[in-house]
């Protein structure tokens, strides 16, 4: 029997959930990965845990690369991009550029999981990100502890306050960014504690407007941050982050508890940047035939099915339709998977 | 179910001292039930032996053999072979099956490498609780079901006494928990039966003899002559 | 011991990879070695095994001489990998009959030879895995009164049949059976009645519980509400002030800061006079909620943040919220006619009876589903068992959506009455069961059975049993067993054990999910540490069997390591406890008979490298103050 063919563009978290899940149903996958290997951006997170679990869940990508490796039925082309795409009776046409080969495609089904990309600052230098070596994204800590082991080994002794600045381009109407991208509070949080499992005695302040965590034990998790992680809550957004002439890093802000504007000196500083559309997204947007939501995600149906775009056989996956955790991504990611086997009658 | 504890591995080392090859008996009724005396537990306490004689200079060969019961003759008859190659046995059977496989080859000594503990109920994985003592004069009948022999501390047939205190006896277990009353347990199942004039009920002194050996029991109706 | 079949057939293929590999290692001397020693149907030296011409040589040699398992020994480049498993797949060898072996690393003829001898080995002690094509009930029950369940059965119904059950009327007093074919007992007007069903969704969903200790001890009544009451009274509040409190219930969820909205929106249209909303943190991540906030906004609800603690005070004007305003000298004031809280969400009453007749695990605030992050937000225990919604902790809008459409996903492998799944779960010598339970008890996923009858060779004529669907493979039982009884297909004591045959200094039993993955990263940290380090993957810390410790050690390892999951963390709930009971176990073993500390226990997730050579230096160092392991046993 001739196996029903699929395409998955995008193998990061949701895009590896679901070719897996499609192989287990008997699906060739062609899995399309813009970077050199795959895996996305949540391979490269550190673990959270600290005496126990944190559910940070970034272990579960990694369980998900390996089994995409040894998986038959899924075939990775990396270093690869959609160049070309057509539609026809039997399904879809795809040509994929990849590692410098152009590679014709046929498959009855396509799923678009392209992630994200980190809010770029561009030219807004107010946080001094990309001038200031300590002042880092939550993806650049992420990496520098999963790379290095722990906070000490990655940026050496001597760091005793640590800023964490939430909201860097989500909930921010001045550029047109009027959402929330849903999982910084909480990884934000989870960084905190596990930087205060190493370093007992480092001072470590949050700087948020909303803070947006809940789920599962939440109200405990909370307590355990403010009480005995003693991790201080800034209810304020800074203004400016500056480092020279000092070596130390100066944080502006306006403490909206005591009306007072102040400036505190921190050693690290660590943004969580926005989640925003990946940069290709709006391009592959336009090749699919896929809309794109307010934001530039790509839309999905605006109902029930997020997972169902305007063309038949074309469904998304994770993050490219919006802000979600981890755990999230991996269930939007099965979905889109079974409606595939939907649409495919299998 | 009989229930057995492995025995300290230092008084089985001092067993074993003097001989160069032994076999270890496991036996696969009650004693793999309570997970004392199984194949596993074969495995298991051979890998610790030949580590700590090695460990001394002095090594030693294992045999590891688990067979159904070693309380009948006839499944102990397949470990004929094993035992012809040993200088000595080490029974992980209950202490009735490590006599009887001694019995059955007598020339060879036997130790054992439990301690027998009691007629015990598996509670859980890993608990077991002694519900009965083989008294040989059962009077759940008149005790809601509850043994007030096997149960009470004191195995008291009229209880409970003065030292039961909220549902728990005064004497410490040796697992230092908290036993429950026998009697409480007894009152209580007692009161949920609507049978609590029972309480009041004097259940006259037990015959021990039943329940002190040698005992043996013989049903003439079954007993077979093969001669 | 594991039986093996007995026509065990074994092709081996030795790729150069275009040259590559007799760059250092002549593959004609390795073939002549191999010739010499092992137990094989058919052995080929290739030049280039990936091309299309070899192919085709391959799949003609496969019927030529029966091959029924391959080893393919080159380059282990995920393309001949791929090649080479949809190939034997094609010709119905499956995917765990395969072995790859990579030369690429061989220094000489001796390492090569050794290592295909290894894999060799390894295909001869694998247990037959066929594929199981199995019956299964394509009804699905969804348990649940409210809309939750209602969307879940609608959304169900379009691909198989559906029976909604509220739980108070019909209700659940038992289940039996597996995925696939799950018996539910029903009570049903007084009736007890049996229904099958091959799967089950539970959306029961939470409801909403005041608590007034949160609210100074505030008791409801006519102007103040709760939001619940405020929402079911559905009353006319035009030209009326309302005054809503949310941050001080339900912080584990959005349902009150969606509900807020809602309402403060909905009054605003049916004229209210003013509509305040008092808020700690303003919860809005989740689709569209921040979107509702600022139509809010816009439509003039007054939006008041307040920083740890309100009052409630009623004053001739009205009721009021009075809380500390850092930019004002007095206390805020905010008057209303009707003030609403939000309250705290709590599991739907059969919650806990259900987990109880499910065997399903609760967690936080006694929902359904522990708090791993292996459960994704559906998942429960067992297998066939599902949550939509609520009740394993409130969830909103979108969020359930995209919960069904995952459940779909799911339940829909029932639809077609059928599923063709490998056969790997454990398998059970009858001859060796005790039928004592501890398996059946000591599963995390209650996908064990016993079984009676007389092909059942043991006393009891009875055995446990591994359903295919339920099991998940994690191999606890085999490890617990204490009759030795139970083997998983592909890790298999015998298979295990002969990995250290001639162990390594330090042999590390590592986690597939956690240890393995993070030894891998590791040796791209410090391929040092590898020289005196073995890895042994297990599929899950739980199917570390004490005796593979002691093995190691018996065998000659100085130390040995248990790399697993960190707590809360196992994917198959218990695994790495029982683990860490086990080490506790070998420790003391140890300790008896006077052989020191070596075994360490490491909770080590699969991004942590780092971590994993840390734990092996710290490993090393015990070993050193322990002294060379006296216990090796000379053979």
Not at chain 3, 108 to 118: F, K, L, N, Q, Y
Not at chain 3, 601 to 612: E, S
Request: glycine share 8%.
């Amino acid at each position: 029997m001739e196996r029903k063919k699929a395409l998955v563009i995008g193998a990061g978290a949701a895009g590896m959930t679901s070719a897996l899940d499609l192989a287990a149903r008997g699906v060739d996958v062609f899995l399309v990965e813009k970077a050199a290997d795959i895996g996305g951006r949540a391979a490269e997170y550190c673990c959270k845990a600290t005496d126990e679990c944190n559910r940070c869940a970034a272990c579960l990508v990694l369980q998900q690369k390996d089994k995409v490796a040894q998986e038959p039925l899924i075939q990775v082309f990396r270093n690869a991009s959609v160049k070309e795409f057509s539609k026809n009776k039997d399904g879809f046409k795809a040509t994929v550029a990849s590692d410098g080969q152009d590679v014709a495609l046929e498959c009855q089904a396509v799923i678009v999981a392209t992630g994200f990309d980190p809010y770029n600052l561009g030219r807004r230098s107010e946080f001094s990100y990309g001038l200031e070596k300590k002042v880092l994204s939550g993806l650049d800590l992420e990496r520098a502890l999963k790379e290095k082991g722990s906070l000490t080994a990655a940026f050496g002794p001597g760091i005793n306050k640590i800023g964490f600045v939430q909201c860097v381009g989500s909930r921010d109407l001045s550029i047109g960014n009027g959402y929330c991208s849903r999982v910084c509070c909480m990884y934000a949080a989870k960084l905190a504690k596990l930087i205060r499992s190493e370093l007992p005695e480092v001072e470590l302040d949050i700087f948020y407007m909303d803070f947006q965590s809940f789920g599962k034990g939440f109200a405990d998790f909370d307590k355990d941050l403010r009480e005995s992680d003693k991790v201080k809550f800034v209810r304020s957004i800074p203004s400016k982050i500056y480092g020279f002439p000092y070596d130390y890093l100066t944080v502006r802000y306006t403490d909206t508890l005591s009306g007072k504007t102040l400036e505190d000196k921190y050693d690290l500083i660590v943004l969580s940047l926005a989640i925003t559309p990946s940069a290709s997204s709006s391009e592959l947007a336009q090749k699919l035939g896929l809309g794109l939501d307010d934001y530039g995600f790509l839309a999905g149906d605006s109902g029930e099915e997020s997972m169902v775009t305007g063309q038949p056989g074309i469904f998304l996956a994770g993050v490219c339709q919006g802000p979600k955790d981890i755990p999230q991504t991996i269930g939007h990611a099965k979905a889109a998977a079974g409606k595939v086997c939907g649409f495919l009658e299998i | 179910m009989i229930v057995a504890e492995g025995k300290p591995v230092e008084k089985i080392l001092e067993m074993l001292a003097p001989y160069k090859k032994v076999l270890i008996a496991g036996c696969r009724g009650c004693v793999t039930v309570c997970l004392t005396g199984g194949e596993k537990e074969v495995g298991i306490l051979a890998s610790q032996i030949r580590m700590a004689r090695s460990k001394d200079g002095n090594p030693i060969e294992i045999l590891e053999q688990t067979e159904e019961r070693q309380c009948d003759a006839e499944y102990n008859a397949k470990f004929l072979e094993n035992v012809g190659k040993v200088d000595a046995i080490v029974s992980l059977a209950c202490g009735i099956g490590i006599q009887y496989l001694g019995e059955k080859y007598p020339l060879t000594p036997i130790y054992p490498g439990v301690n027998t503990l009691m007629l015990g109920a598996n509670i859980d994985v890993g608990r077991w609780e002694e519900r009965c003592f083989a008294c040989g004069d059962c009077v759940l009948d008149k005790t809601g079901g509850i043994c007030p022999i096997a149960r009470c501390s004191k195995s008291l047939l009229n209880g409970p006494c003065g030292g039961s205190q909220f549902g728990k006896c005064e004497v410490s277990a040796p697992v230092k928990e908290d036993i429950p009353c026998g009697w409480q347990l007894i009152y209580d199942r007692l009161s949920a039966l609507g049978q609590l004039d029972k309480m009041s009920e004097i259940i006259p002194a037990k015959n021990w003899l039943r329940a002190k050996g040698p005992r043996t029991y013989v049903r003439e109706d079954l007993t077979l002559d093969r001669s | 011991m594991t039986k093996q079949i007995t026509n065990i057939r074994i092709g081996i293929y030795l790729c150069d990879c275009d040259g590559k590999v007799s760059k250092k290692v002549d593959l004609n001397s390795v073939k002549v070695a191999i010739q010499s020693k092992a137990e094989f149907e058919y052995i080929r030296a290739v030049e280039v095994a990936c091309t299309k011409a070899e192919r085709e040589q391959i799949v003609a040699e496969i019927d030529k001489y029966s091959l029924n398992r391959l080893l393919v020994a080159g380059c282990s480049d995920p393309f001949i990998v791929r090649q080479f498993l949809q190939l034997a797949d094609d010709k119905g060898i499956n995917r765990y009959n395969v072995e790859f072996v990579d030369l690429s690393a061989a220094e000489s003829v001796g390492a090569a030879v050794s290592a295909v001898d290894t894999a060799l080995n390894r295909l001869h002690l694998r247990a037959e895995v066929g594929y199981e094509e199995l019956a299964v009930i394509p009804d699905v029950l969804v348990i649940g009164a409210g809309s939750e369940a209602a969307a879940a059965a609608k959304a169900i119904a379009k691909n198989q049949p559906v029976v909604q059950i509220d739980n108070v009327g019909t209700r659940v007093i038992g289940l039996d059976g597996f995925p696939g074919a799950f018996t539910v007992i029903l009570l049903e007007n007084g009736q007890t009645v049996k229904k099958d069903f091959g799967a089950i969704v539970l959306a029961l969903g939470a409801v909403p519980q005041y608590d007034k200790s949160k609210y100074g001890g505030v008791e409801l009544g006519a102007d103040v509400l709760s939001l619940s009451q405020f929402i079911n009274a559905g009353k006319d509040y035009a030209g009326k002030k309302v005054g809503f409190a949310l941050g001080k219930a339900d912080e584990d969820s959005l349902l009150s800061f969606a509900a807020v909205l809602k309402a403060a929106l909905d009054l605003k249209e049916k004229g209210a006079s003013e509509v305040s909303i008092i808020y700690e943190d303003m919860k809005i991540c989740a689709d569209g909620l921040e979107q509702e906030y600022e139509r809010a906004r816009k439509k003039g609800v007054n939006f008041l943040k307040y920083t740890g603690e309100f009052q409630i005070t009623r004053f001739a004007s009205g009721i009021a919220f009075m809380y500390r305003e850092p930019f004002l000298a007095d206390p805020a004031k905010i008057v209303a006619d009707y003030i609403v809280l939000a309250e705290d969400f709590v599991p739907a009453a059969g919650t806990l009876e259900l987990a109880e007749i499910f065997d399903i695990r609760t967690g936080p605030g006694g929902f359904f589903q522990k708090d791993n992050v292996h459960s994704l937000p559906i998942r429960s225990n067992r297998a066939g068992i599902f949550f939509v919604g609520s009740c394993h902790g409130p969830i909103h809008g979108t969020d359930l959506y995209n919960e069904i459409e995952a459940v779909l996903a799911e339940v829909s492998a029932f639809a077609k009455g059928k599923v063709s799944v490998p056969s790997l779960q454990p398998k059970v010598e009858a001859e060796k069961c005790a039928v004592c339970l501890t398996c059946y008890r000591c599963c995390p996923h209650h996908a064990i059975e016993i079984v009676h009858g007389e092909e059942y060779n043991n006393m009891y004529f009875s055995a446990a049993r591994m359903n295919p669907l339920a099991c998940q493979r994690c191999g606890v039982c085999a490890a617990e067993c204490p009759g030795k009884a139970i083997q998983l297909p592909l890790y298999s004591d015998q298979e295990i054990l002969f990995e250290v045959q001639q162990p390594a200094r330090i042999v590390a039993y590592a986690c597939e999910n956690s240890g393995f993955l993070a030894s891998e990263f590791a040796k791209t940290l410090d391929p040092e540490l590898q020289k005196d380090l073995q890895i042994v993957e297990v599929p899950c810390s739980g199917k570390i069997d004490i005796i593979y410790l002691l093995k190691a050690l018996e065998n000659g390892a100085d130390g040995v390591m248990l790399c697993v999951c960190h707590k809360e963390n196992c994917k198959f709930v218990w695994g790495n406890d029982r683990a860490e009971q086990r080490k506790v176990r070998a420790q003391q073993i140890l300790n008896q008979v006077g052989l020191g500390e070596r075994i360490d226990f490491v909770h080590v997730a699969a991004n942590q490298g780092n971590q994993f050579n840390t734990a092996v230096k710290a490993m090393a160092e015990k070993i050193r103050q322990s002294g060379t392991n006296p216990g090796k046993v000379v053979k």
